[in-house]
């Protein structure tokens, strides 16, 4: 009876050990939702960021990659991120706005930066990691900015001067200043996942809608859309954010090794967005479908007279305070245009 009983015990022994070990062996698993094309600059980066982890943590750590909304789209990631079911995402600043994160968007006022460089001034600097700290009361950690450059606007008729959005229904993100931006220029904003545009302008739902050449490449709406305007009207960029129980919960070595990669993927993502932009703008004009329109100086100034009234509308929103350390940061005058 002794015998069977220290059998008994023996057999559980080594099931406890083996399970153990091989749940020691389970690696940790970062799903990594996004809404736009694999090779547009924040799939790329989401991939490089990938093989940085998975390379340093000798597979302790997998980072799954899902482009194009196939596991989250619009509207449902930054929840999902939330509950748990999904560990990081890229959403542009204006879609923290529904959760109760006014201020990011105040990357969406019109004109705010006249070039990258002064979008890194902001997003790379103390300004930008002020503002990667106030999603932390969400349940949301913060990693980094990705600067994708400027939003250009595409449509099915030439948009050169402000009254030509007149009566244009144009596609929006869920921005409020981008509302705001749409409707100053006597367009109709219509708020949609980046997922459905395609479909959108493609059946006339909407006319246009606004992005970086390289979302408008990566995604095809230049097949849909008969002209491009290089408007460079408003930032395009990306807050990388983590949900907080999850990383605060990873082993310290281990969240050290991600906060270098990051870091890293930030200065890849940082270094080609621009050459990914005017590569896509390239490909576009190739393609031979859509017609690119330039701005000159006047057509340009006519469009900034008319949207500073969003910085005045809409500075008490995001934080009058927040809005003027970005206006002293890169020199912004909303008098001088
Ligand atoms: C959009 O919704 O138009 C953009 O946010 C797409 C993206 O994520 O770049």
Redesign the pocket.
Known sequence: MRMRVNWIILVALVFTIASTSALAQQPIVIKFS???ASD?P?GKAAEYFKRLVEERTKGAVKVEVYHNSVLFK?GEEVEALQLGSVQML???P??FGPMGVREFEVLDFPFLFDNIDEEHKVTQAPIGKRMLKMLESKGIVGLAFWD?GFKEMTSNKPIRRPEDFKGQKI?I?SSKVIDAQMRALGAIPQVM??GE?YQALQTGVVDG????TS?VFQSKLYEVQKYLTMSDHGY?G?AVIANKKFWDGLPPNVRATLEGAMKETTDYFNRIAKQENDDALEGIRRAGRTEIVTLSADERRAWKRMLMKVHAEMGEKVGKDLLKSIYDETGFDPNKL
């Open positions: 996004h809404v736009v547009a924040k619009d890229a959403p542009t204006g879609k994708n596609r993100q996942g980046f545009v809608q606004e992005n970086p979302n395009h990306y």
